[in-house]
């Protein structure tokens, strides 16, 4: 058997075995993912340990663990070439032992894909090496198949994901840190642009300039993209974390692949944090005590909801956005309080009435316009108990949510109420009315 010995060990990470091991360990204990959904794709940096090992790690144990091989795209540092390079090494070695590659797989990139092996690009490269103790860790019998990005376009990677995705004994890391040597205010300002290319999907400027690995970065959101999959944020964060050196710092980021939207990520499995979050701010603004919020780094994304409050069965309150432009977290934090105290409908939430409200949030897709010519065919365009509609003309609007067609299940009686809303008449039609529809993901208290 042909083994590549470690080239970067001593360097970006630890060669003693039970320092390693204890790094990793560490990275274990201060870790902010509990593994609650895992995937089968992720974006992680490949850094030195000490700058960007926890972020890594965070990454990587997202994986699901019953894989039996893990594909790791890296761009390449030290030999320039065209195209993706192969290993003809039959195991990758590092301090905590040796892992097989998979040549059958390999075979096929070749084959199919025109990879082509080229170990002298691979020799003294660190973009793939550095994920592998991290593996190893994890997972106790998975193959790899390392890939170096040279001159390639995104699309093959796209392709190659795409092909090997469907069995779902297959995992995809994609190596890559962020901006590299800017101030620390600029680097968070250029990786929080990154951050939001990759989370929209919108990835037509993406560059060198956002990430060293943009290659297998585009790649894998293109594949999300025409799956209707999402990338989740998991961290992000730079060196001077670590080395407190804010003059020049690397950015690095880590993404997992949610198969779905986020709006339905969150609903799965954060809807207890949703409505938590509700009573926790009210609570403090009878308190008067200013709040620290830790939350996932999901909820930073932009978004836009609406916040309800009941009591004893009846409505105490609803405000929200119809559009996403500031983050989740903060159109949550600061509904909830309107809804409490500036729904012009209702007197102030008082603080003895606390414990009888109940808390329901609604998480709105952006609006999309839709085309009718008449009322008729504005009608037969809307889906009841799924579309939440908005209707827009001559400085009047009104927005109801879906929730609302439990009250009002006919369509006609629904779009004339909203336009009583509007404050306009429910007869009213004109030529320059404007009406988007928008869907919802509704988390409510039990």
Known sequence: MKIKEPAVANTFYTANVEDLKLHI??????????????????????????????????????????????????????????????????????????TEVNHEIGQELHDKFGANVNDDAMFGEHSIEVELPIIQYLFKNVKIVPVLIGKEKP?????????????????????????????????????????????????????YENACGAVGIMGLVSFANSNKYSMIRIDLANSSE????KSRVVGYGSWFLFEGSKDDFIAQYHPGFVIDICKIILKSEFDHKPMQIIYPQVFDEPGACFVTLEENGHLRGCIGSIAPYRPLITDLVEHVKDAAFKDTRFNPVTEDELPLLKYAVSILTTPKMIAFKDEEDLLKKIVPHQD???????????????????????KKEFLNSLKVKAGLPKDYFSHTLEAYKFSTIYIKEN
């Open 25 to 98: 360990d560490y990275f274990k204990s201060i870790s902010k993912n509990l593994y609650t959904c895992p995937t089968r794709a992720v974006i992680v940096p490949h850094a030195g340990f000490v700058y960007s090992g926890r972020i890594a790690y965070e990454g990587i144990s997202q994986i699901d663990r019953n894989v039996k091989n893990i594909f790791i795209f890296a761009p390449a540092h030290r030999v320039g070439f065209d195209g993706l390079a192969l290993t003809c090494y039959d195991a990758w070695k590092t301090p905590l032992g040796i």
């Open 155 to 207: 699309e093959k990677i796209s392709e190659i994901i795409s092909h090997y995705y469907p069995d779902k004994n297959n995992a995809f890391v994609i190596s890559s840190d962020l901006s590299h040597f800017l101030t620390d205010d600029n680097a968070k300002k250029a990786d929080k642009v990154t951050a939001r290319m990759i989370e929209s999907g919108d990835i037509r400027k993406f560059s």
């Open 388 to 410: 939440g509609i908005i209707i827009r003309d001559n400085g009047h609007q009104a927005v109801y949510l879906p929730a609302v067609w439990d009250e009002l299940p006919d």
């Open 242 to 245: 670590i080395s407190e050196d």
